[in-house]
């Protein structure tokens, strides 16, 4: 069912996606879409989790082997390389379920507090990775950054508010946009 409702989500928008609708493509019934999720809402939020997660799994990001594997790194710019990559994987999978949300945000307060919490757990993560980067530069970050507005820029640059325009819009591979991301964040960050 989760998968039925992120296609139609991504296919037709947040309005024009009905429950009915998800339930007719997935084959059960509407009370079964409503047993399981209990609203609309809640089956996009389970559906945007798991393409992050890429997996089922209620495993926080931050304990996720590729995450650790970041925070553990002790290389400054392998660490923001490893970030990158990380937020394409997860780009890969999430960013046309994000969009959905994004766009919705603006005439849907349900949503709106969604895209926020979204927006939220992308920076404590960007924190803590920015927390691990800071003592592996023996002179500090470029232009005395600190983990917090190292984790702005980690922010922005890993964002589908780039991902997207440049995958989407422009025809980058992600791929690419992975390497020019590491770079954006090496450049931004390292002396």
Known sequence: MTDTAARLF??????????????RAAEVGVQTVYFTFGTKRALLKEVL?????????PLATLQRPWARAVVDEPDPAAQLRLQAAGACDI????????EV????APSEPELAQLWQ???EQ????????????????????????DAASAADIALTVLGPETYTPLTAG???????????????LVRQLLP
């Open 117 to 119: 919490t979204n927006l």
């Open 49 to 57: 989790d798991i393409a992050v997660a890429g997996d089922p799994d």
């Open 101 to 104: 949300v994004r766009s919705a």
């Open 170 to 184: 422009r025809g980058w591979t992600p791929e690419r946009w992975q390497h020019w991301s590491a770079d954006c």
């Open 91 to 98: 780009l890969r999978r999430a960013a046309p379920l994000l």
């Open 122 to 145: 992308r920076h404590t993560v960007q924190l803590r990775f920015a927390e691990a980067l800071v003592p592996k530069t023996a002179a500090g970050l470029r232009d005395g950054h």
């Open 10 to 23: 991504t296919e037709h928008g947040w309005t024009a996606t009905t429950v009915e609708d998800i339930a």
